[in-house]
């Protein structure tokens, strides 16, 4: 049986495991499997179908020269690119370096990559075909000659993309990739499965590929009657006091999902009348039980309130959460709390506000019947499909 390689080496956060893991559920039966992990923290989730779950390369993020140049957010994923290393060609032989000799020592097939970019690279060299699988916005097209700017009020561009496809090709053509024309090049693969809907892709312009269902845990059906707000929070939310205070003192039901808090946290929000969860919820469950959904625009989490068709309150935490956020905005069916509004006062206020909304839940209900035909296309299908094309040269 041929191997596959799940490879990962940049970013944090569970979604990156659980798009490999969904991935390798579904062609368990074609292939065996080996993974390499920038983060081991949840390797369990793929250890009972790999042979092997190893800590892999990790893209090291450093935003000194950010600051050095005033700290401006990041405004494409060319710059992002350029803050985890891709000016420093050391990091990228190493890398690539590292990958390369992986697939050859494991009889390699096929590179499944979640944000892995080097890994990309090394596959290209090696003629290993190769899939970049992920959200819209962690799958860039590799048929721009230049990563756009997401957000327009975040469009200061610290580096000059050319400078790093000069760095890049210093380094790659001892690996056997050839040279670069273009920064999203890096991207290139045999294929692109990205899982999202079409209001939530940043790149839809240059897609040429069909886009696959989001990876949620499910499917869930819209259930009207739910009483609870729903609070998932999983990043540096527990640690603004505004919105902790929040979520502890609005008066109608609440239930939190919130990795990481300790047992004092958790008595502390139980105390106040908020039922905490310490395991995922099922995402039927969440829809039969919820009136309002509360969560920084994770895109899974997102995507469980859109197919339910539920209204949501988001605290963007970092640029994707915002642009994932603000699209869903644009179609009615959430709110955005931005920092200034992220006091507790201010924040409860805005959250009961969207619990009473009956227009906010309308449309929510009205976008979720309109997007139900892309929540329901067969992913399993579709992923089967999409990677036999890949082994047999017709990707």
């Known amino acids: 049986m ?13 979604n990156h495991i659980a798009t490999l893991k969904t991935v390798a559920e579904n062609i368990g039966d074609r292939f065996s499997f080996d993974a390499a992990l920038c983060r081991i923290t949840h390797q369990a989730e793929l250890a009972a179908f790999c042979d092997a779950v190893v800590k892999g390369p990790w893209l090291p993020h450093s935003n000194e020269y950010r600051k050095a140049q005033g700290n401006p957010d990041t405004a494409t994923w060319g710059e992002f690119m350029g803050d985890i290393g891709f000016r420093r060609p050391e990091i990228l032989r190493k890398s690539i370096g590292w990958w390369q000799q992986t697939m050859r020592d494991r009889n390699i097939s096929l590179v499944i990559a979640d944000c892995a970019p080097c890994a990309l690279l090394a596959a290209r060299g090696l003629g290993i075909p190769s899939v970049a699988v992920g959200t819209g916005y962690l799958v860039p097209p590799a ?5 756009p700017v997401l957000l327009p009020r975040h469009a200061t561009r610290i580096y000059d993309e050319a400078e790093i496809v000069d760095t890049i090709n210093s380094v790659v053509p001892e690996f056997g990739v050839p040279e670069l024309n273009w920064l999203p090049e890096v991207y290139a693969s045999t294929d692109q499965l990205v899982f999202t809907l079409d209001m939530l892709d940043p790149y839809a312009a240059w897609r040429s590929e069909p886009l696959l269902p989001p990876i949620m845990g499910g499917t869930p059906q819209p259930a ?20 902790m205070e929040g979520i502890g003192n609005l008066g109608v039901p609440v239930r939190l999902f919130m990795p990481g808090m300790d047992d004092a946290m958790a008595e502390d929000f139980t105390r106040r009348g908020v039922s905490v969860e310490r395991l995922p919820l099922p995402v039927d ?22 197919a339910a068709g539920l209204p949501q309150v988001c605290v963007p935490q970092q640029l994707e959460h915002q642009y994932t956020a603000e699209a869903a905005a644009g179609r009615g069916s959430l709110k955005v709390v931005d920092k200034q509004n992220r006091g507790a006062e201010r924040f409860r206020s805005i959250v009961l506000d969207a619990y009473e909304d009956a227009g906010l839940a309308r449309r929510a209900r009205d976008l979720a019947e309109e997007l139900r035909p892309q929540f329901q296309a067969n992913q399993r299908k579709w992923i089967r499909r999409r990677l036999s094309d890949v082994m047999a040269g017709r990707a």
């Not at 009483?227 to 998932?232: H, L, M, P, S």
Request: glycine share 12%.
């Open 2 to 14: 041929p191997r596959a390689l799940l490879a990962w080496e940049a970013g944090d956060g569970r």
């Open 224 to 243: 009207p009657g739910g009483q609870e707000i729903f609070v998932y929070f999983s990043t540096t939310e527990k640690s603004d006091p505004g919105l």
């Open 143 to 147: 048929n721009m000659e230049t990563f």
């Open 285 to 306: 469950l969440i829809a039969r039980r919820t009136r309002l959904m509360v969560n920084a625009a994770q895109h899974g989490t997102l995507c469980i309130g859109l």
